[in-house]
């Protein structure tokens, strides 16, 4: 040992980075989101978050299902079903109604749980397609960064909510543009389902998740953001071809 070496003093040890609670990370996505999702990437959360986001989907859904005119949509597609088949009996058009309103009260209970699925499952496909690229990080920080980056989602519910129960009633089939933050209120979904379908896509509220998903799998992944960007954003159009596919089913099948 040299007597530089012994006169050495040792090195500080660095300083551990505190953690933000829940509430800190949820006002942070919005507000400085690069940092939030590196607190989140070191150390990951599903319960609060997940806790939120069902919570305000039940209360959107309880509050805005009664406001729905679902009457008024029933007697638009009956009306449809009677030009697409004329020999339709009036009991067969009021038993596929029932069957609607049904499913609706199906819905109203079972959607904002049955949605944690789709969670999952959105974590599970962007964590396979980063670790397919080389990426890293666990399903808990994919799954993490998931459900904070769908806070946008979540403000949208709310303001949907509101708009619905300041106007009162609302058709069913325009939820997708009761809210103008996507460009498909300017057709009518009922002649244009597709391209109202394709329009509805580029919603500022989806844009804004897609945008926090990038930033969230960065540093969980260390990939780069170039490369995060066209993992999340190819999944993405993969997503819409897929729907606009069934729109196009749905057209065609009104159509016969």
């Given at each position: 040992?040299?007597?530089?070496?012994?006169?050495?003093?040792?090195?500080?040890?660095?300083?551990?980075?505190?953690?933000?609670?829940?509430?800190?990370?949820?006002?942070?996505?919005?507000?400085?989101?690069?940092?939030?999702?590196?607190?989140?990437?070191?150390?990951?959360?599903?319960?609060?978050?997940?806790?939120?986001?069902?919570?305000?989907?039940?209360?959107?859904?309880?509050?805005?299902?009664?406001?729905?005119?679902?009457?008024?949509?029933?007697?638009?597609?009956?009306?449809?079903?009677?030009?697409?088949?004329?020999?339709?009996?009036?009991?067969?058009?009021?038993?596929?109604?029932?069957?609607?309103?049904?499913?609706?009260?199906?819905?109203?209970?079972?959607?904002?749980?049955?949605?944690?699925?789709?969670?999952?499952?959105?974590?599970?496909?962007?964590?396979?397609?980063?670790?397919?690229?080389?990426?890293?990080?666990?399903?808990?920080?994919?799954?993490?960064?998931?459900?904070?980056?769908?806070?946008?989602?979540?403000?949208?519910?709310?303001?949907?909510?509101?708009?619905?129960?300041?106007?009162?009633?609302?058709?069913?089939?325009e939820m997708a543009t009761v809210v103008k933050s996507n460009p498909a209120f300017l057709v009518d979904i009922n002649e244009q389902p597709v391209l109202a379908s394709l329009?509805?896509?580029?919603?500022?509220?989806?844009?804004?998740?897609?945008?926090?998903?990038?930033?969230?799998?960065?540093?969980?992944?260390?990939?780069?953001?170039?490369?995060?960007?066209?993992?999340?954003?190819?999944?993405?159009?993969?997503?819409?071809?897929?729907?606009?596919?069934?729109?196009?089913?749905?057209?065609?099948?009104?159509?016969?």
């Amino acid at each position: 040992m040299t007597i530089e070496s012994a006169g050495t003093p040792p090195a500080p040890p660095v300083a551990a980075v505190p953690t933000k609670n829940f509430f800190e990370r949820l006002v942070g996505v919005f507000f400085s989101p690069t940092e939030t999702f590196d607190d989140i990437a070191r150390k990951p959360d599903i319960l609060w978050p997940l806790v939120l986001i069902v919570a305000i989907g039940y209360i959107t859904t309880f509050v805005t299902m009664p406001r729905l005119d679902f009457d008024a949509a029933f007697a638009k597609q009956a009306e449809m079903m009677k030009k697409k088949n004329p020999n339709m009996s009036d009991a067969d058009i009021e038993r596929i109604g029932r069957f609607g309103r049904a499913t609706m009260t199906v819905t109203r209970y079972i959607g904002p749980a049955v949605a944690v699925a789709f969670y999952a499952i959105i974590a599970l496909v962007l964590w396979g397609a980063v670790r397919l690229m080389g990426g890293q990080g666990g399903y808990l920080q994919s799954f993490s960064a998931t459900l904070y980056a769908w806070m946008p989602m979540v403000l949208f519910s709310i303001i949907m909510t509101i708009i619905i129960v300041a106007r009162g009633s609302v058709d069913p089939t325009e939820m997708a543009t009761v809210v103008k933050s996507n460009p498909a209120f300017l057709v009518d979904i009922n002649e244009q389902p597709v391209l109202a379908s394709l329009l509805g896509s580029f919603d500022i509220f989806t844009i804004w998740t897609l945008v926090l998903l990038i930033i969230g799998f960065t540093p969980l992944s260390k990939l780069s953001r170039a490369k995060v960007a066209a993992i999340v954003l190819t999944l993405w159009a993969a997503m819409i071809v897929v729907k606009l596919g069934f729109a196009a089913i749905g057209a065609a099948q009104m159509k016969g």
